[in-house]
């Protein structure tokens, strides 16, 4: 920065030139100015450029705030000042204070949404989905108490609150409610303020908004406008970088690390700026030096695609530039005071030019916005919101502009490269969404035309009939298109609301409209044709994709068009004949209608033309037919139809030539099914799919059905059938001389192909016949249709919400109609801790099931089938599934139901059912005759339908029945249908269809009943006659009966025999089975082996884990069999290895600091454990044993593996296998070593001394003086003084000889390595001291952890835990007790003399930690431990370890009472209790005045025995119920029945299984001359008193709290509004894109972005990542917030996602926040998620996920 400011005015001259400046005086001179802008400008041309851009920009994030808050303080001095005295005349701050007292604040809300925050739409309420409130309006609001919906906001728009056409109802939140109700909303607010601010305003803000205006839309980077050139021009430039959507963040690093020669970090900063901002300036110095670095980063952006945009700016352009903005942004403050001068801002802002028509300052800003940058954009957009469109006035002003520059502002946007929420096109959405706005652009602008021929203009590709072709996009069409679809979302808010009333010029405009848009779907029918391939497969893949984009797009715009017609009758009429007449031109162009065929079937002739689907073109888009024939339907709903059938063209309507496209289309899908299109590959297929899809279908398949519809009423059934049959190309078999023989083909697959295709049209007759649920076809409503489709989807099984709103078609709205008929038709089902929510159908409406329901897939149709045959069976019902009844067709579409029964049908039907009497050779197929079926139920459903409406016979016009019954017409003599129908009834090939059969013999009997009987005694007679089909139905229930018997007692029989064979082959092979069952009993883990009756020494005395009394568990033989080999083995200490696969982890679990920084791993000296638990290691293991050699075979093979992988350059793996990491050969749980097991240790010698505490301490301290002799003469050559004295049989020298083969002594030190090498992060190095104790600590922590677990879950200590925790448990402790004879002997006494100096202090040892930071827990597993190392010494034989252990515990009990007796009263003793304690009390009390007496005042007094004695059993139990755990594993010994269950009073257990008095102050008391010195050094030591003053770290009390994680507010989007308050710790307030919550601690996060990367170990890693391995150890769970979403990561390589414990009202998570339904949190979910951490499986849960998931490896996860 000195640099860059050596040939400019120092800064101290500035600055007293600043402090002298007074705005009010400069004011007052440009008030009396003649002219102002004159004053102004030479103002700002002094001043800016010595404010603004005085070097380069760079260097640090923080010094560049630094230099942002100066430019803002001495900007707002020395330029906004002025402005503001002269504006309002006074002191800016009382003046605006007054501004805004006097201000009527308008009733709109106009709250700017940032980017991430929460909006709500009230899906009740709504005009439409894109009104929304923010948070606070919301919460005001009445909706909060309707069906809402939540979603975060892309930034840019505004709260409709207070928008009155925004919302059917509850316009206005409380604090937003209009106040007066008697004002005059007319009143223009500018007559509010003083005429003379009202003159001022207008000429400042003119003069600062043309000001702005040039400066912003300037293109000349050398000069200056006339009026601001400075009086001192420098030769100072600036490189200034633009943002383009083209280049990768990695391009525009890279390229700037070579072109301006900076750091990647300094780089990354000035590419996310580029981002953010739109611009940044790069370098900074003369003309040449800048040149040069623009001509760099020009040649290396441009090979691939056009450069990056770079230009040279003087200092001083850029400096007005950015005042510019600066400006704008307080043109937009000022408005908010007062409403008044808002609307000066709008009149200044539309005021024409002198240029004339699109001169205005607005019309200038908007018409240059492509060639503005990011940053610019942005703030100008920011003031059209706080000003045009805040004034009710000026805001129609502003559209009437819009509409008249929208084909300029598209186009220009079209060649943006910028997204379109930066781009002033982006503004429609405020604009077209008011209705009557829209409306007003209508009928003034002709805005619908307009945007329609701006859509077709910009689609410039055509064929030769002027249809779009989409083929060979090149990428910039394709880019094109992507930008071109924004117009038809423009289309669709100006449509989205109907009108009520309709205005004659608003008729007209609409009509046009609909004629530029009926020219669009010209261009769209019949494009994208296909031909079938034959002989060969087609050699490229047509694009089809941008043609299906399009009819996706354009569906809602065209049901949009669809309710606007149906609104008012004239409209529909005008619009049903522009439809026809476009529909006529399309016909003519076809080129089939040259070769006329007659037809003849049955009795009946018709004239068509040959064409075949399977050799002529034909295509799926045909978007004018179909809108015809949703206009159709809507004459026929609206009862046009019927009302003035003359202003109708329904004589010009040619019926044949109407079903002709729709009917070719159903043809093709029907081939495609048949296997005749195989060879056009997936194109095609995918084509066919989304004709079906929910996305499409309402405006493509469901159409086409309707035309058939309205085609098939205006036509002789006969007819229709004959051209439907034609087209199916089929008619030859249905038209042979006798269509009954079945026509013989000799080709297999043509048989094949024919079949399915009969299916086909079958199923298309049922479609036509039967799919009368659109209102308008049939009577129905649109609730029934809606209803129908939820009944059908959950036929097919139980669904989620989620899956049923997939299913229905969504209208403009987003909305289903689901919540309205939802809970009408199902039940639903809470979810438990996984899955989620179900709606179940209920049984009522099981009778409504269609199996030819015409949305079903082929999948859906045969579960659908299953689910429906399974539920009858198990209601004992038969199993045929009958059409359920049809509802009634409306009079257009009446005469439907006679195709049921047509001469042509009958004939069809008698032929399929005659191939079905006769099989032979795979001709017919049971679909086939299931259809048929389905279609005779239908006619005789429809016929009682009609018997039931009529009065008299006379009126039924439908006699099926009759027809049926007929024998078929020479030369056809076999039996009629019924007959048929008969003779197949008990046909043994067809047992399936006979339920159904049946049912449809009893309809016909029923009908024929009806008709015989008169009216009067018609419903007597069906009561008596019901007999003979009662006795067939009996009989049929009987026989079923009959049958399950048998096979029940069948079963009973096989079940017996087998329970003989069993008993028999036990009896055979008993003492195998006795032996088998005793191997079970040892092999199990001691706590299962209670149950066995104890041995008899142990029923003389109670159950002991520790000292001389215990029982050990090696009487039992441990038998184990290796997973791999299948080879079972004793675990011996000579034997061979058996090791146990585990999973080593650090762990922040119990963390009580986690501010504590992570250790140095060459340095850290980790013998003491502080009480604090910042860093532990925990070893897990899923159970599974193998021999040690069986395992090192399985890990070289993984190892090769995975060279050849990296050598193939495959993905990566779920496991890192150089770092030793492997899957379990079995469960493949992640596992990264193996623990070795060990045999149980032998009971003690019971005939051995157990020497007092004295006379162990006495020969202890005698051993280690010996040892701590022998150690220095070993190190020095020399030791001072006389060799101490020793007891009898004590050897220093004595190596003892280890206990353990071979391979058990190489699994030791493997397991001991990867501990080291995991807990310190180091590369291995068994030489290193540490490595014994890393293994101790793994065990203590391990135990802990579990200890906290159980006790947390309420689980019985010992029998609560699962198999492989157990094993892991006693493995791993068994290992830690031998693991000494891996080390040196030196190392491990080393260490025990040192943990001996901290627990009996000595002057010996120095540098020992006081008893405030050390772990007891830890403390007495490293002694224990460490013992042996010392034991193994004495060859006398005499003295037992356990006698040592028990006298360690004693010794850590006091030292633990201590601790916490020093650390629990720091908190203030409240309620006192009885006088007459009881003896624990007073002991208690006794201890706590001994520390009194050594530390003075820094311990409080208090009176309370009770009170102290309370503290110290609740904070010691923890340590009594992991030294439980702890000798329970060493020493093998079966737990005590107290402890086998869950219960409140354990103490007495634990105290008596630890051989401890139940009042462990007996330990202190009885002991106390020989253990007062110890005390008294523990409290003298200078760390304690300094602790207990408060200073030297903070202290931790007992028992410790189990940590948990962090507490989530119960609404989501309470998490959502924080989240988007939070903005980047890095980049200057930016808010964050991904903010990212830390589950184990609460920091929010910048997550997955360039600004928040750190370096972790030399490697750039994102913020969450850098984060676990300050607050994990690294491993973290984070909540994504804006996606909804828990983020599970392991180190650097290794994630996953999990599903959030957030759940909406139907049990779903909403991952990505998709739905928007609001969200819960889920207490279990979330406990779930705890649990698992503090199991430490989440790396488990990854690894198992990552399996699962192969393209979860595939993420860099470090970078988030």
């Known amino acids: 920065m000195a640099s860059a400011q050596s040939d400019r005015d120092p800064p101290f001259l500035l600055c007293s030139e600043f402090l002298n400046f007074s705005a009010k005086d400069t004011a007052l001179r440009w008030l009396v100015s003649a002219n102002l802008q004159q004053e102004v400008y030479h103002h700002l041309a002094v001043y800016v450029p010595r404010i603004l851009c005085l070097g380069p920009s760079g260097g640090s994030s923080r010094e560049e705030q630094r230099e942002e808050q100066r430019e803002d303080l001495v900007s707002q001095m020395l330029l906004l000042a002025p402005l503001e005295w002269l504006l309002l005349g006074e002191e800016p701050a009382s003046g605006l204070a007054l501004l805004q007292e006097n201000n009527q604040p308008s009733p709109l809300c106009g709250h700017v949404f940032k980017v991430g925050e929460p909006t709500y739409s009230c899906r009740e309420c709504a005009a439409d989905p894109t009104c929304v409130l923010c948070m606070k309006c919301f919460l005001e609001s009445i909706h909060k108490e309707h069906r809402y919906r939540m979603t975060t906001s892309g930034g840019g728009g505004f709260c409709d609150c207070g928008d009155a056409e925004a919302w059917k109802k509850g316009p206005y939140c409380q604090k937003h409610k209009p106040t007066d109700t008697n004002r005059d909303t007319e009143e223009d607010p500018v007559s509010v303020l003083p005429a003379d601010m009202v003159a001022r305003g207008f000429s400042i803000f003119s003069i600062l908004l043309k000001y702005a205006v040039d400066m912003l839309t300037w293109d000349q980077e050398n000069q200056l406008p006339a009026g601001l050139e400075p009086p001192a021009r420098e030769d100072t430039y600036y490189c200034m970088l633009f943002n383009d959507e083209v280049h990768t963040y990695e391009q525009v690093i890279y390229t700037l690390q070579k072109a301006v020669n900076c750091s990647q970090k300094e780089a990354v900063s000035f590419a996310t700026t580029v981002d953010r901002d739109g611009r940044k300036s790069v370098r900074y110095g003369d003309f040449q030096f800048c040149d040069q670095a623009k001509s760099v980063i020009v040649r290396n952006t441009s090979r691939q695609s056009k450069p990056l945009r770079v230009e040279v700016m003087h200092s001083s352009v850029v400096a007005h530039q950015c005042f510019a903005l600066r400006a704008l942004s307080w043109l937009g403050q000022i408005i908010q005071y007062s409403d008044g001068l808002r609307r000066i801002l709008c009149e200044v802002g539309l005021q024409k030019g002198p240029e004339g028509e699109y001169s205005s300052l607005v ?29 009710f006035k000026y805001k129609k002003v502003f559209a009437i502009q819009f509409a008249k520059n929208y084909r300029r502002l598209q186009t220009d946007f079209m060649e943006d490269d910028h997204e379109r929420v930066v781009s002033v096109t982006s503004l429609s959405v405020q604009l077209f969404t008011v209705p009557t706005m829209a409306r007003m652009l209508m009928v003034e602008e002709n805005l619908m035309t307009t945007i329609i021929r701006t859509f077709v203009d ?123 007449g476009a529909l006529s031109q399309c016909h003519s162009g076809l080129p089939d209608g040259e070769q006329p065929i007659s037809l003849s079937l049955a009795g009946h002739c018709v004239d068509t033309f040959r064409y075949q689907v399977s050799q002529d073109k034909v295509s799926i888009h045909l978007p004018v037919c179909r809108l015809l024939a949703g206009l159709h339907v809507l004459l026929s709903r609206t009862e046009v139809a019927s009302r003035f059938p003359e202003l109708l063209p329904l004589g010009d309507l040619s019926p044949p030539l109407l079903i002709e496209l729709p009917l070719r289309c159903l043809v093709l899908c029907a081939q495609v099914h048949a296997g005749m299109w195989r060879r056009n590959g997936f194109s095609l297929i995918n084509q066919i799919y989304y004709y079906h899809n929910v996305k499409c279908r309402v405006e493509m398949f469901d159409k086409d059905i309707v035309m058939l519809q309205a085609g098939a009423s205006m036509m002789d059934p006969n007819h229709f059938l004959m051209i439907l049959l034609s087209r199916f190309e089929l008619f030859h078999i249905f038209s042979s001389t006798d269509s009954r023989k079945r026509y013989r083909e000799v080709n297999k697959d043509v048989v094949q192909q024919n079949n399915t295709l009969i ?95 015409h949305h079903y897939s082929r999948a859906d149709q045969s579960k659908a089938e299953e689910a429906q045959r399974k539920l009858r069976r198990q209601n004992r019902e038969d199993t045929a599934l009958p059409p359920p009844s049809p509802p009634p067709l409306c009079p257009l579409f009446g005469s439907l139901v ?190 299962a082996a209670e149950s066995s ?152 010698d019971h005939r051995l001394d157990h020497p007092s505490l004295e006379a162990w301490l006495k020969t202890t301290n005698h051993q280690i003086a010996a040892l701590h002799f022998a150690h220095r003469k070993l190190s020095n050559g020399v030791a001072e003084g006389a060799e101490p004295a020793v007891s009898d049989g004590f050897r220093v020298d004595f190596i003892p000889q280890n206990p353990f083969s071979s391979s058990i002594r190489e699994m030791i030190t493997t397991f001991g390595m990867s501990t080291y090498k995991v807990g310190l992060k180091v590369n291995p190095n068994e030489q290193d001291q540490r490595v014994p104790v890393l293994s101790w600590s793994t065990c203590a922590y391990t135990i802990q952890s579990i200890e906290r677990l159980l006790m947390d879950e309420d689980k019985p200590l010992f029998g609560g835990l699962p198999c492989r925790q157990d094993d892991c448990l006693s493995a791993l402790t068994r290992f830690s007790w031998a693991c000494w004879t891996a080390a040196p002997p030196t190392t491990v006494q080393t260490h025990f003399m040192r943990l001996l100096a901290a627990l009996l202090p000595d002057s010996e040892e120095e540098n020992t930690p006081s008893i405030l930071d050390i772990d007891m827990f830890h403390l007495l597993v490293y002694s224990v431990m460490s013992y042996s190392s010392v034991h193994c010494l004495d060859q006398s034989g005499q003295r037992a370890v356990d006698s040592s252990h028990l006298h360690l515990l004693h010794l850590v009990t006091v030292a633990h009472l201590v601790q916490i007796l020093l650390t629990s009263t720091t908190e203030e003793v409240s309620m006192d209790q009885d006088s007459s304690g009881s003896e624990e009390e007073e002991l208690t009390s006794r201890l706590y005045n001994t520390l009194r007496k050594h530390l003075g005042s820094v311990l409080p007094e208090v009176t309370s025995g009770w009170q102290l004695f309370r503290c110290l059993k609740v904070g010691f139990l923890p340590f009594l119920r992991a030294a439980a755990l702890f000798f329970h594993y060493l020493n093998s010994t079966t737990p005590p029945a107290d402890l086998l269950v869950a219960g409140p009073s354990q103490w007495e257990a634990l105290c008596s299984f630890l051989n401890l008095p139940s009042n462990l102050l007996q330990l202190h008391h009885t002991q106390q001359t020989l253990l007062e010195p110890f005390i008294h050094r523990w409290c003298c030591h200078p760390a304690v008193r300094q602790k207990l003053q408060g200073g030297g770290g903070s202290i931790v009390s007992f028992p410790r709290e189990s940590n948990r994680l962090i507490q989530l507010p119960e609404d989501y989007s309470v998490l959502i509004n924080q989240a988007s308050s939070f903005t980047c710790p890095r980049s200057g307030g930016d808010k964050s894109r991904a903010p990212t919550l830390c589950l184990v601690c609460g920091s929010m996060l910048c997550s997955q972005s360039y600004c928040c990367q750190t370096e972790v170990d030399g490697e750039d890693v994102g913020a969450c990542t850098a984060h676990t391995f300050t607050c994990g150890a690294g491993l973290g769970l984070f909540l994504r917030v804006r996606e909804s979403q828990v983020l599970f990561v392991a180190g650097k390589t290794k994630g996953c996602f999990y599903p959030p414990p957030y759940l909406d009202d139907y049990g779903e998570t909403d991952q990505g926040l998709k739905r928007g339904n609001p969200l819960h949190l889920c207490v279990e979910r979330y406990r779930k998620i705890e649990r698992l951490w503090r199991q430490h499986g989440i790396a488990e849960v990854i690894g198992h996920a990552q399996e699962a998931n192969q393209t979860l490896v595939a993420i860099d996860w470090q970078h988030l």
């Open 1093 to 1244: 009756p104890p041995s008899s020494e142990s029923t003389c005395v109670s159950q002991v884990c520790v000292g001389p009394r215990r029982v050990g568990g090696a009487e039992h033989r441990q038998l184990v069999t290796c997973i791999l080999c299948q080879e079972e083995q004793e675990v011996r200490g000579q034997g061979r290895a058996m090791v146990l696969a585990a999973f080593i982890q650090r762990s922040t679990v119990l963390s009580k600091n986690r501010r504590h920084n992570l250790p140095d791993p060459e340095r850290d000296d980790p013998v003491f454990m502080h009480p604090d638990l910042s860093l532990g290691i925990h070893t897990a293991s899923c159970g599974h044993i193998m021999h040690a050699t069986c395992w090192q075979r399985y890990f070289e093979a993984v190892q090769l593996k995975e060279q050849r992988r990296q050598q193939r350059l495959r993905g990566h793996t779920s496991y890192d296998v150089e770092n030793g990491e492997f899957l379990c050969p079995l469960c493949e749980c992640l596992s990264n070593t193996v623990i070795p097991l060990l045999p149980h240790t032998h009971s003690p």
């Open 363 to 391: 019309d200038k800003l908007m018409l240059n916005d492509s060639k503005m940058w990011k940053g610019a954009r942005n703030i100008y957009h920011q003031l059209l919101m706080n000003s045009l469109l805040m004034d």
């Open 898 to 1087: 006679n195709l049921l029964q047509c001469d042509v049908l009958l004939a069809v039907e008698g032929a399929v059912l005659q191939w079905a009497v006769e099989p032979s050779g795979g001709c017919w197929t049971e679909s086939m005759l299931q259809r048929v079926l389905h279609l005779v139920g239908v006619a005789l459903l429809e016929e009682q339908q009609q018997l039931e409406c009529s009065s008299r016979e006379l009126d039924v016009t439908f006699n099926y029945t009759c027809k049926i019954t007929r024998p078929g017409e020479a030369p056809n003599t076999s039996g009629s249908v019924l007959a048929l129908l008969e003779s197949l009834q008990n046909a043994p090939h067809l047992e399936v269809h006979k339920d159904m059969i049946t049912w449809i013999l009893k309809m016909v009997a029923n009908i024929k009943r009806m008709r015989e009987q008169t009216s009067s005694t018609f419903t007597v007679n069906i009561s008596q006659d019901q007999g003979p089909e009662e006795t067939v139905r009996d009989k049929d229930k009987a026989e079923r009966k009959r049958k399950a018997e048998m096979a029940r007692l069948r079963r009973e029989k096989i079940m017996a025999q087998m329970s003989e064979m069993q008993k028999h082959f036990i009896n055979e092979n008993k003492e195998l089975f006795q032996q088998s069952l005793e191997e079970l009993e040892a092999s199990t883990s001691a706590a």
């Open 458 to 580: 910009h689609l410039r590709h055509r064929d030769l009939q002027g249809r779009f072709q989409f083929d060979r996009y090149t990428a910039q069409q394709a880019f094109k298109f992507g930008r071109v679809q924004s117009l038809i979302g423009d289309l669709k808010y100006v449509l989205i609301s109907h009108p009520s009333e309709w205005s004659e010029q608003l008729r007209l405009k609409f009509l046009e409209g609909l004629d530029a848009f009926l020219e669009l779907l010209k261009c769209m029918q019949g494009m994208d044709p296909v031909v079938r391939q034959v002989g060969q497969h087609i050699e490229m893949e047509p694009e089809w994709e941008a043609a299906f984009t399009l009819q996706m797009k354009l569906t809602h715009i065209i049901s949009m068009i669809q309710e606007w017609c149906s609104t008012d009758e004239r409209v529909l009429i005008e619009a049903y004949r522009k439809c026809l």
């Open 759 to 853: 299916e086909e049209m079958l199923h298309l007759i049922i479609m036509v016949v039967c799919e009368r649920y659109v209102s308008g076809v049939g009577q129905v409503e649109p609730f029934d249709e809606v209803r129908r489709e939820i009944i059908h989807q959950l036929s097919i099984r139980p669904m989620a919400h989620s899956e049923l709103v997939k299913a229905l078609p969504e209208n403009g709205n987003k909305e289903t109609g689901l919540e309205r008929v939802i809970d009408s038709v199902a039940s639903f089902k809470k979810p438990g801790v996984t899955g989620r929510g179900l709606y179940e159908l209920r049984p009522e409406w099981n009778k409504h099931f269609n199996l030819y329901f």
